[in-house]
């Protein structure tokens, strides 16, 4: 027999490395078929219910990193609330209409004008639900449970029917209309845009100065005067109808160059810099109000654009003049509503004037702007031209730039109900303070919801038309369309004369005749995804209206967390949620956005392919989220590099507890020595911390901190440091071995069950290895925290030990730099005290040479007051001195002894080992050892 076989060694099964990509697979298998997920949710039944719902992710692509931070964030905070007390259902969801797949369709070569509607439409269904299978399996390959047989998908005919019934209830309070009015247009998507849909890029635009003869200057000024407008869009100009003047500001009739202008006299300065006027005079000043009703010469055209007052205009840029043209921007379109002006609007949905623009037919807006310019100058109009950069709208699906363009729209009237909005706002518990602000501002300054698209793939507002052009959306004929879609889905809209949508018997006084037409616009996208609280949580027995948790982006206050509130107050008249999280966005390495352009982006496909989802799971709980966080392969590794060492301490803790059973073998708390005390109760101050702190407060960083320094300082670095000396070398059922692997055993089951929702395919392959009843964690509840008697003085006892246990590590690592010795079992420590120190040394009723990992019989504790050597290292309370001792090194226990070879049937084995090998195997020892 050799005689390391006499130590017990830790054993186990569990593997040093996790071959996760491979093995994760396996594990989601099984967990699959034995439907885990149903398992928890009949576990819980009857506790407290906790609805997070899930945003619908848009049905296009695999998924990218920032859909990895989402949903492996929601299933974290899913998985923990499922093993704290609470039924956590989790149904996933799916945003499956709009444009984006219309333009797969277009680029894959489907030409949506040489087939009917309805085939276009089941064309975009059938690719929208390839996608959803796609990212479906992508999500569960992340790791993440919930009820992926039965997600809620906006495309399926319960959820357009209950979408139908929420525009129905919304029409019936008066929250719906039809009107002509300016609104953002992609004349690239050729449809028009909500406020949510719209990013801003910097772009160069023209800036030109424009000279307005006066026609009628109502006896104030002359008519060889020119009103000065400035205004970066020269396209506008052919719609413009009047100049816009403020009346608190008080105007400038000046002489500049041999010509008389009016600006206002703020920015006389300004202008005569920019526009180059070498002599200026001022010839009389002229109040703003006064100038109301005047007329000047249309520029371009043969009719006169009238003079107006309005509190919009400011001096921040331009003359004081505003160039209005009704048709194309919101406070030009309010003035002239005023003032009782056309709302011209020259401009088709692709872009293109139309004849209400002579001189500009078909021509494309943006190619317009250098050609206005042109006839501008000819005129004599054009008083300066330049360029400059600045931000500008763009359709943040095309990227291209949007216009202000008046057309018939569908909206609801947010005015009516904007303050019941924000008082729901304020009853809303957002997670991180600032949300709170963001929303409410959007929500107070949005104007009213556009919600009609002029687009093909979408829900169809359920609207129909007399013959006299009367819109027809009663009651009774949006539940009968409910009904149908319901039944049918809402391709039935397409496929069916009007008159078979309309209830049977149907008559209106505007349709003598009985002919009826229906509208052909679709719904906003994001009317789509906000009526999933109706749609999804009211209809669905195991879930629960409003939800307790809203968690996306921070994008999403202008998207779902905006369109969902709008909705759900309008016909509930309370918040959708009880608690809303955002998140930041996924960057790379250095902090830039992530695009194929640049070749930055990361698949999480390769890196669960290289690394395992668990790496990308514990990534997530290691980032700040509530702002962009950044990730590259590089970052990844090093949270790899932390697996590694959560895998390698839970091996260790599972291989020295290999012969162990807790039901027989567990010391009593009570029973265990002071360090396994002390140990305990740090535990248990974990098991608080990661509840409270870290997911009852959503804060996953607290929970990867916390447990890493766990592993690190307490475990690592302290009681699995001399754990060896312990667990190795004594007697089986050694006391203090039986209360390390009480401790031991208790800290793997504990750290495992926390780190469940975080690394759950880990967790799960480290419970197969204890021995509890659950047969899987995902099953278990969390550990519950305790309070142990006199734990406060127990902790402060042992803070204050490793303080001096610090001053040892340094004296010890100072005697190995001067070569004095080797291994700290090699030194002789002689300890010189003060009282504090010494009461201390008391207190912790260990073995304390055992503690510090030196030899016990080259360890000694002077009397206080004894004098300190000179040759000592003096710390402020504690004085060492450090030697070589000069002893025998035992061959089981590595120790420097004073008594090796007393036992002369052993003769490299010191006093206490012998005793332990003579005890356990005495067949070996009569045998002899190699």
């Known amino acids: 027999m050799k005689m390391k076989e006499t130590l017990h060694l830790g054993k186990t099964a569990f593997p040093m490395r996790g071959n996760l990509p491979n093995r994760e697979v396996d594990w989601q298998k099984e967990w699959e078929e034995k439907d885990l997920y149903r398992l928890r949710q009949e576990k819980n039944e009857g506790k407290p219910t906790f609805v997070l719902h899930d945003g619908p992710p848009y049905a296009n692509g695999n998924i990218h990193l920032g859909h990895s931070l989402n949903k492996i964030s929601k299933d974290i905070i899913v998985r923990s609330k499922s093993m704290s007390g609470f039924r956590a259902p989790y149904v996933p969801g799916w945003d499956t209409h709009g444009l984006p797949i219309e333009q797969v369709l277009t680029n894959k070569g489907i030409k949506r004008k040489e087939m009917s509607l309805a085939e276009y439409r089941q064309k975009c269904y059938d690719y929208a639900l390839t996608q959803v299978d796609k990212q479906r399996n992508d999500f569960k ?326 013959e006299n052009g009367e819109a027809i959306l009663t009651p009774e004929t949006i539940e009968h369309v409910a009904q149908l879609f319901g039944e049918f889905g809402s391709n039935v809209w397409f496929e069916r004369e009007a008159k078979e949508l309309l209830p049977a018997g149907f008559t209106h006084p505007g349709s003598p005749n009985g002919q009826f037409t229906k509208e052909t616009d679709i719904m906003d996208v994001w009317f789509d995804s906000g009526s999933s609280h109706e749609a999804v949580l009211r209809q669905r027995e195991d879930l629960s209206f409003p939800a307790d948790m809203y968690l996306e982006g921070s994008d999403q206050y202008r998207g779902w967390f905006n369109s969902s509130i709008t909705t759900s107050v309008a016909i509930n008249g309370v918040a959708p949620y009880k608690a809303v999280l955002s998140q930041g966005f996924t960057l790379d390495g250095e902090g830039r956005k992530m695009s194929k352009s640049l070749g930055n982006t990361i698949l999480p496909e390769k890196v669960i392919n290289q690394m395992g989802a668990d790496i990308l799971r514990l990534w997530v709980s290691s980032v700040d989220y509530e702002s962009d966080v950044r990730v590259s392969m590089d970052i990844l590794s090093q949270v790899s590099e932390v697996y590694r060492k959560i895998r390698n301490t839970m091996r260790f803790l599972l291989a020295n507890t290999e012969d162990f059973n807790p039901e027989t073998d567990s010391v009593a708390y009570e029973d265990l020595r002071s360090v396994d005390k002390y140990m305990t109760v740090r535990l248990n101050k974990v098991v608080k911390e990661i509840r409270e702190k870290g997911y009852e407060s959503y804060n996953f960083l607290h929970i990867y901190r916390t447990v890493i320094n766990f592993l690190t300082v307490d475990l690592s670095s302290f009681y699995l440091d001399f754990a060896k000396d312990v667990v190795y070398i004594e007697a089986k059922e050694n006391h203090d071995r039986r209360c390390m692997q009480t401790v031991f055993y208790q800290t793997a089951v504990t750290l495992t069950k926390l780190l469940t929702p975080i690394i759950p395919h880990t967790a799960e392959e480290i419970w197969s290895h204890l021995k509890e009843e659950e047969a899987y964690v995902q099953l278990s509840e969390f550990p519950e925290f305790q309070e142990f008697a006199n734990q406060e003085e127990l902790l402060d006892t042992w803070v204050a030990f490793l303080e001096f246990r610090d001053k040892v590590l340094k004296a010890l690592e100072v005697a190995r730099n001067e070569k004095q010795i080797g291994k700290s079992m090699e030194a002789k420590l002689t300890v010189y005290p003060n009282e504090q120190v010494n009461a201390l040394l008391k207190a912790v009723d260990s073995n304390v040479a055992q503690l510090l990992i030196v030899s016990p019989d080259f360890f000694d504790v002077r009397p206080v007051g004894e004098e300190t050597p000179a040759n000592a290292q003096v710390f402020e309370d504690v004085a060492f001195v450090v030697e070589k001792a000069e002893g025998v090194v035992c061959e089981r226990c590595r120790q420097m002894k004073t008594h090796v070879g007393a036992h002369h049937e052993l003769p490299g084995l010191c006093d206490h080992c012998a005793e332990v090998v003579l005890a356990e195997f005495p067949d070996a020892v009569a045998e002899g050892f190699e």
């Not at 209400?356 to 807006?365: I, K, R, S, T, V």
């Not at 005015?415 to 997670?431: A, G, S, T």
């Open 141 to 466: 390959r992340l790791g993440v449970s919930g009820d992926w047989n039965h997600p809620y998908v906006t495309l399926t005919p319960d959820y357009e029917a209950a979408e139908i019934r929420v525009f129905g209830k919304m029409a019936e309070k008066g929250y719906i209309y039809k009107g002509l009015k300016p609104i953002y247009w992609s004349p690239s998507s050729e449809s028009s845009l909500a406020e949510a849909e719209i990013e801003y890029k910097d772009v160069k635009s023209p800036s030109i100065y424009v000279a307005f003869d006066v026609v009628d200057g109502k006896g104030i000024l002359d008519t060889d005067t020119a009103l000065v407008i400035w205004t970066t869009t020269p396209w506008t100009i052919p719609a413009n109808l009047g100049i816009s003047v403020n009346p608190k500001y008080t105007y400038v009739q000046i002489e500049a160059d041999g010509r008389k202008f009016v600006v206002a006299k703020d920015l006389l300065e300004a202008v005569t810099n920019e526009i180059g006027w070498e002599s200026v005079t001022v010839l009389k000043e002229v109040a703003g109000k006064d100038m109301d009703l005047m007329t000047a010469k249309h520029p371009l055209y043969d009719r006169t654009s009238l003079v107006m007052v309005g509190d919009h205009v400011t001096l921040d840029a331009g003359t004081g003049l505003v160039h209005t043209a009704p048709g194309h921007g919101e406070d030009d379109f309010i003035i002239g509503k005023k003032y009782h002006l056309d709302i011209l609007s020259p401009i088709d949905s692709r872009g293109c004037y139309t004849d209400e623009a002579p001189g500009f037919e078909g021509l494309f807006y943006e190619k317009a702007n250098p050609i206005v310019t042109e006839k501008l100058k000819e005129t004599g109009a054009l008083l300066k031209l330049d360029f400059f950069t600045h931000s500008y709208p763009h359709d943040w699906r095309t990227k291209k730039p949007v216009i202000f363009r008046a057309t018939p729209q569908w909206f609801a009237s947010i005015d009516k109900f904007r303050q019941d909005i924000l008082d729901e706002v304020d009853k809303v518990n957002w997670i991180i303070p600032w949300g709170k602000t963001r929303l409410h501002n959007m929500i107070r300054d949005r104007g009213d919801w556009v919600i009609s698209r002029q687009r093909a793939w979408g829900v169809p507002l359920p609207v129909f038309y007399a």
